[in-house]
């Protein structure tokens, strides 16, 4: 965390209000506006047509009113929004895959915000709005305060230009300190918009648009699992080709034989994360890999130079075909060495599961999907090879909550399934010690173990539900013919016409009945042969461990 004199030295070498003396060109757009001195652009989300660019300013700005730390790089979006577009999004349907194109969904600037409440990041109000014209261009000028739901107050200057073909919103926002300061800078650059000749049509305006994805729904289930593969294969070489075409010049490919790492950061590191996230699958492969036999594709890793780059990316307003691990070489220099890798670590295991058992991935006990997570988190790799080893700062947390008498015993962990609340620190301790120091005896491989019999229990009690809900379906449709009714008509008539909440309370009801069936069946098909001494000791055994 930077001390608040030093920000202010640092930020009197930074001068955002001298121009670059060039200008940015946007030749997919057909526009060129001045940069200011130092910023540099950032990476886009691919399927966020209407953002024509975004650029960063060169140095993080901390506030000086702000009760706790609050701080973030000054920003400028460039944002097109041509006329007469078909919007929302096209579905088409392609034999087994349902392909959803997602359009330009805003019809302007304003539009954008009125429709993406938290766009700005946070609440705000325009302190300004006026029409105005600048070298016969028609401009709406705003200005927009970001007061609530914020740690510190954020200014915002928008300028919309209005071509016939579209019209070109020009954004920076900043910390509300240091707005009157930049301003001038800032609307220099707004000034300077100017449209060039561009190279092909308006984006948006194609007759295909922005990143199209699969909707599986229940599809997956319809195919062998050669068909899976292959379809899984294919959307992430499909992905991966639109997310390398949108990377900005400075980016860079890694790819290994299970990752795909686009980064901005300096190579060394690019390649320590790819290291690290094809260790980590190694270790998955081997240690759970029995609890699923679906293909795993290849990963997407990016990797961001700083905090703010990342911040900038992820605040848009879409979402990319493929799910990202996103790391950044700015969060191994400060604080814990070990977080940036712990990042991978989580998001490689998500990604893993996922695909590797999406029914097991998606019905996890609370507890023991946390605890997972924090285990991968105590990942400490060295070459190809993998150590479970909480650093210093984690066993300490883990003394605390055994210090005071605030760790669950191991089988109300176990036992209780969702209905235990707890640290994901102990249930990641828990399970480390399970698959490491605690792996004999009785409990040798237990928690692969209590995994499968967890998708027999799942499977099992899915049917069972099933069984039931078409069991009252039956039964309401056998009442509608004995009344002459539909089944709509009779079911209306049985919880009262409008009353969803009877409705309700019996979907919950079954979603429970479900939830404890797959809590019970797991728990006894794993640890039925568990006395109460056996698990005072593993008890015992866990808390000098981690202790």
Same mark, same amino acid.
């Given at each position: 965390?930077?001390?608040?004199?030093?920000?202010?030295?640092?930020?009197?070498?930074?001068?955002?209000?001298?121009?670059?003396?060039?200008?940015?060109?946007?030749?997919?757009?057909?526009?060129?506006?001045?940069?200011?001195?130092?910023?540099?652009?950032?990476?886009?989300?691919?399927?966020?047509?209407?953002?024509?660019?975004?650029?960063?300013?060169?140095?993080?700005?901390?506030?000086?009113?702000?009760?706790?730390?609050?701080?973030?790089?000054?920003?400028?979006?460039?944002?097109?929004?041509?006329?007469?577009?078909?919007?929302?999004?096209?579905?088409?349907?392609?034999?087994?895959?349902?392909?959803?194109?997602?359009?330009?969904?805003?019809?302007?600037?304003?539009?954008?915000?009125?429709?993406?409440?938290?766009?700005?990041?946070?609440?705000?109000?325009?302190?300004?709005?006026?029409?105005?014209?600048?070298?016969?261009?028609?401009?709406?000028?705003?200005?927009?305060?970001?007061?609530?739901?914020?740690?510190?107050?954020?200014?915002?200057?928008?300028?919309?230009?209005?071509?016939?073909?579209?019209?070109?919103? #020009?954004?920076? $926002?900043? %910390?509300? +300190?240091?707005?009157?300061?930049? /301003?001038?800078?800032?609307?220099? &650059? =707004?000034?300077?918009?100017?449209?060039?000749?561009?190279?092909?049509?308006?984006?948006?305006?194609?007759?295909?648009?922005?990143?199209?994805?699969?909707?599986?729904?229940?599809?997956?289930?319809?195919?062998?699992?050669?068909?899976?593969?292959?379809?899984?294969?294919?959307?992430?070489?499909?992905?991966?080709? #639109?997310?390398? $075409?949108? %990377?900005? +010049?400075?980016?860079?490919?890694? /790819?290994?034989?299970?990752?795909? &790492? =686009?980064?901005?950061?300096?190579?060394?590191?690019?390649?320590?994360?790819?290291?690290?996230?094809?260790?980590?699958?190694?270790?998955?492969?081997?240690?759970?890999?029995?609890?699923?036999?679906?293909?795993?594709?290849?990963?997407?890793?990016?990797?961001?130079?700083?905090?703010?780059?990342?911040?900038?990316?992820?605040?848009?307003?879409?979402?990319?075909?493929?799910?990202?691990?996103?790391?950044?070489?700015?969060?191994?220099?400060?604080?814990?060495?070990?977080?940036?890798?712990?990042?991978?670590?989580?998001?490689?295991?998500?990604?893993?599961?996922?695909?590797?058992?999406?029914?097991?991935?998606?019905?996890?006990?609370?507890?023991?999907?946390?605890?997972?997570?924090?285990?991968?988190?105590?990942?400490?790799?060295?070459?190809?090879?993998?150590?479970?080893?909480?650093?210093?700062?984690?066993?300490?947390?883990?003394?605390?909550?055994?210090?005071?008498?605030?760790?669950?015993?191991?089988?109300?962990?176990?036992?209780?399934?969702?209905?235990?609340?707890?640290?994901?620190?102990?249930?990641?301790?828990?399970?480390?010690?399970?698959?490491?120091?605690?792996?004999?005896?009785?409990?040798?491989?237990?928690?692969?173990?209590?995994?499968?019999?967890?998708?027999?229990?799942?499977?099992?009690?899915?049917?069972?539900?099933?069984?039931?809900?078409?069991?009252?379906?039956?039964?309401?449709?056998?009442?509608?013919?004995?009344?002459?009714?539909?089944?709509?008509?009779?079911?209306?008539?049985?919880?009262?016409?409008?009353?969803?909440?009877?409705?309700?309370?019996?979907?919950?009801?079954?979603?429970?009945?479900?939830?404890?069936?797959?809590?019970?069946?797991?728990?006894?098909?794993?640890?039925?042969?568990?006395?109460?001494?056996?698990?005072?000791?593993?008890?015992?055994?866990?808390?000098?461990?981690?202790?």
């Amino acid at each position: 965390m930077m001390r608040r004199g030093l920000a202010v030295l640092l930020l009197a070498a930074v001068s955002y209000g001298q121009s670059a003396g060039g200008y940015y060109k946007n030749k997919k757009w057909g526009y060129k506006v001045r940069s200011l001195a130092d910023w540099k652009s950032a990476a886009l989300q691919s399927s966020e047509v209407w953002i024509a660019s975004k650029h960063l300013g060169p140095q993080r700005l901390e506030s000086k009113r702000s009760k706790f730390y609050e701080s973030g790089y000054p920003e400028m979006w460039v944002m097109g929004f041509p006329h007469g577009l078909a919007r929302g999004a096209k579905v088409e349907k392609k034999g087994e895959t349902t392909e959803v194109t997602i359009r330009n969904p805003y019809r302007g600037y304003k539009h954008l915000l009125t429709e993406n409440k938290h766009f700005l990041g946070g609440g705000y109000h325009f302190t300004k709005e006026e029409k105005d014209e600048v070298k016969g261009v028609k401009v709406t000028k705003y200005e927009i305060l970001v007061d609530k739901m914020v740690g510190a107050p954020y200014r915002v200057t928008a300028w919309v230009y209005h071509f016939k073909d579209a019209d070109f919103a #020009i954004q920076f $926002k900043i %910390l509300d +300190d240091y707005h009157k300061k930049h /301003r001038a800078a800032f609307r220099a &650059c =707004l000034k300077s918009f100017k449209r060039i000749p561009r190279k092909g049509a308006l984006p948006g305006t194609e007759a295909t648009t922005g990143n199209s994805i699969s909707v599986t729904d229940d599809d997956e289930k319809k195919l062998t699992p050669a068909q899976r593969a292959s379809r899984r294969q294919g959307e992430f070489e499909k992905s991966l080709d #639109i997310e390398i $075409k949108a %990377l900005p +010049d400075d980016w860079f490919v890694v /790819r290994s034989k299970h990752y795909v &790492c =686009l980064a901005n950061s300096s190579r060394k590191f690019a390649k320590e994360v790819v290291n690290h996230a094809e260790a980590i699958r190694g270790y998955l492969d081997k240690t759970f890999g029995q609890v699923g036999s679906d293909y795993v594709p290849p990963g997407m890793l990016r990797v961001f130079k700083t905090n703010g780059e990342l911040n900038a990316y992820a605040q848009g307003t879409s979402w990319s075909g493929v799910r990202q691990v996103y790391v950044t070489e700015e969060a191994k220099k400060s604080g814990r060495k070990s977080w940036a890798m712990e990042t991978v670590s989580d998001g490689v295991t998500g990604q893993w599961l996922s695909f590797k058992n999406r029914l097991l991935s998606d019905n996890l006990p609370w507890w023991f999907e946390n605890g997972l997570e924090q285990h991968m988190r105590f990942a400490r790799v060295k070459g190809k090879h993998v150590k479970i080893k909480p650093d210093d700062w984690d066993r300490d947390q883990i003394k605390q909550i055994i210090k005071a008498d605030k760790a669950v015993p191991i089988r109300q962990l176990f036992e209780g399934g969702d209905k235990v609340q707890t640290y994901s620190m102990q249930c990641g301790s828990v399970i480390s010690f399970m698959l490491t120091k605690g792996n004999r005896g009785k409990i040798k491989d237990v928690i692969p173990r209590y995994m499968k019999n967890m998708i027999k229990a799942i499977e099992d009690a899915e049917a069972e539900y099933k069984k039931k809900r078409a069991a009252a379906n039956k039964a309401a449709i056998g009442r509608a013919v004995d009344k002459g009714m539909t089944a709509e008509e009779e079911s209306e008539e049985e919880t009262g016409e409008g009353d969803e909440d009877a409705g309700w309370e019996a979907f919950r009801k079954a979603l429970k009945e479900r939830s404890d069936a797959i809590r019970k069946n797991s728990f006894a098909s794993t640890f039925g042969a568990l006395t109460d001494k056996d698990w005072e000791r593993l008890d015992r055994a866990w808390r000098r461990h981690a202790g």
